[in-house]
């Protein structure tokens, strides 16, 4: 019998699969005690799995992230100590794309400011005018996996596409319709500016104030990636500012955010 700690919420279907035979015991407990039980962890991002967490987990041998990265694992404590580490980066790919896309038009669209006009009893007027994302340009940082299917689609929009990435070659780009840019010429182009970046020690906060101040002024950011690639501080600064005309943010440096974020 192997024990598996589920200690984020994963979804019923997604667990169905452990559930069958017996081979396997799930638990899922979100407080995570009593951790020397486990010989498995699953986590999505909630759950730091720290040095501290390994060293009380005595008899694990698994830690497996239901989702792309593992930058809230220390990979590195877990190796010394001979415990697997393995993701899922495909496994939302095509609904993190979609949910770009949701949050982009959105934004474009004023659709929060339109429903919260209705429902107090207002109407729309000239003030309330939305944008079309036809012949726009959209910048994507980052050219993974996600970052490709928001390509595809946004080719299917009529958008003209630009992205940065070190690890990817002038080619591979050209081959999916995207034309592969500087950072800088990515943020300062671009008409809206999806983020689909790994969070690493040289990523951290790379959204900060003096790339933002590189931003095309009125253009729109979107980051479904990791919160801490952008500096909250500076982004809540820009779109007061108006340089940003506005944001879509599902993720934050640190979750669930605090009622101090400046961003709120």
Not at 159 to 165: A, L, N, Q, T
Request: positive net charge.
């Amino acid at each position: 019998m192997i024990k598996v700690l589920v200690a984020d919420h994963i979804d019923a279907e997604q667990l169905a699969p452990l559930r069958e035979g017996s081979r396997f015991k799930i638990v899922s407990d979100e407080k995570a005690a009593a951790l020397e039980r486990y010989d498995a962890v699953i986590v999505r991002s909630r759950t730091k799995v720290t040095a501290q967490f390994i060293a009380k987990a005595k008899n694990l041998k698994l830690i497996a992230r239901a989702g792309t990265g593992v930058d809230n694992i220390d990979v590195d404590e877990a190796t010394k100590r001979g415990i697997i580490v393995i993701n899922a980066p495909g496994a939302n790919t095509v609904a993190v794309a979609e949910l770009v896309f949701g949050l982009m038009l959105a934004g474009v669209r004023q659709i929060a400011r339109f429903d919260a006009l209705v429902k107090s009893g207002g109407w729309k007027d000239k003030t309330f005018l939305g944008r079309e994302l036809a012949g726009k340009t959209l910048g994507l940082a980052g050219f993974g996996r996600v970052a490709r299917e928001v390509a595809k689609r946004a080719l299917g929009f009529g958008m003209r596409v630009v992205c940065y990435d070190p690890y990817v070659t002038p080619r591979q780009a050209e081959d999916a319709g995207v034309v592969m840019l500087s950072l800088e010429q990515v943020l300062s182009g671009a008409d809206f500016i999806s983020l689909h970046l790994p969070l690493t020690a040289t990523t951290v906060k790379i959204i900060n104030a003096d790339n933002l101040a590189k931003v095309k002024s009125g253009a729109m950011l979107i980051n479904t990636s990791r919160g801490g690639v952008i500096d909250e501080a500076a982004l809540a600064k820009a779109l007061a500012s108006g340089r940003l005309a506005c944001a879509g943010l599902d993720v934050f440096a640190m979750e669930p955010p605090s009622a101090e974020n400046p961003l709120f």
